[in-house]
């Protein structure tokens, strides 16, 4: 479920992957994930409820695109 935000934030966005999350926007946006480059992700931790957390580091190195 959603998580209600700390202090008055109208409206609020939802981002939705649909039958998987949803969660409120964090406000940081691109155009395109070519703007991101590359994602390594680190050390997944398991949560209670079959959930987790990821954390992740970005690279300014640009992905190189697959054939």
Do not use: K, M, N
Request: proline share 7%.
């Amino acid at each position: 479920g959603l998580v209600r935000l700390a202090g008055h934030i109208d409206p609020v966005r939802v981002i939705e992957i649909d039958g998987i999350d949803a969660c409120p926007c964090g406000g940081t946006h691109v155009r395109s994930t070519d703007e991101i480059g590359r994602i390594a992700i680190r050390d997944p931790v398991p949560l209670a409820g079959g959930s987790g957390r990821l954390t992740f580091t970005l690279s300014e190195e640009t992905a190189t695109p697959s054939a």
